[in-house]
T-cell receptor, first 117, second 112 residues
């Protein structure tokens, strides 16, 4: 069983550019969540995708958008990059969208480290 | 917004010592999780606690959920160098079962 894989692992962009980050969910998982982890901070929830639709969103502006594909993989897109967007972007997959079941937990990927200059 | 505060932010101890990390909030959480994250990796789930007052043990690690489900602690006995890492608590807010609220983390360094 493969875990969650993310690409690219590292990338550098300049202010105003756009970036796409990719995530393959763990086998058997149909839900993908994205988190942003700034240096020295805990992860912050960006949004969750379930059945190819956004299914909950944190306090992030509309320039953060995403997609989920029929094979449950996902993309995170960020437009008009700002310096504060520099962070580790974590993708996590789960069996289902409701995390209240003890059996339904998040499995995180290793993240994509974005640096905005 | 429900916030989780972790303390201490940094902790450096000698191998063999004991330590406790705290996670506090003014809000109630339906469950709380502890993760460990190592450099270049994503967080890895250690435990989930659900019931107020619950205590779970995982070898040398003891996790406790407060009676009111607003706070939690992680106690490590006889720390080892392999315990080094960033420890994160994360709560599932009451009324929202789809997103975790993370604390800012405790960076633990265990020295040989």
């Amino acid at each position: 069983e493969t875990g969650v894989t993310q690409s690219p692992t590292h990338l550098i962009k300049t202010r105003g550019q756009q970036v796409t980050l990719r995530c393959s969910s763990q086998s058997g998982h149909n839900t993908v969540s994205w988190y942003q982890q700034a240096l020295g901070q805990g992860p912050q929830f960006i949004f969750q995708y379930y059945r190819e639709e956004e299914n909950g969103r944190g306090n992030f502006p509309p320039r953060f958008s995403g997609l989920q594909f029929p094979n449950y993989s996902s993309e995170l897109n960020v437009n008009a990059l700002e310096l504060d967007d520099s962070a580790l972007y974590l993708c996590a997959s789960s069996l289902d969208r409701e995390l209240s079941s003890g059996a339904n937990v998040l499995t995180f990927g290793a993240g994509s480290r974005l640096t905005v200059l | 917004t429900q916030l989780l505060e972790q303390s201490p932010q940094f902790l450096s101890i000698q191998e063999g010592e004991n330590l406790t990390v705290y996670c506090n909030s003014s809000s109630v959480f339906s469950s709380l999780q502890w993760y460990r994250q190592e450099p270049g990796e994503g967080p890895v789930l250690l435990v989930t606690v659900v019931t107020g007052g619950e205590v779970k043990k995982l070898k040398r690690l003891t996790f406790q959920f407060g009676d009111a489900r607003k706070d939690s602690s992680l106690h490590i006995t006889a720390a080892q160098t392999g315990d080094t890492g960033l420890y994160l608590c994360a709560g599932l807010p009451s009324g929202s079962a789809r997103q975790l609220t993370f604390g800012s983390g405790t960076q633990l360094t265990v020295l040989p």
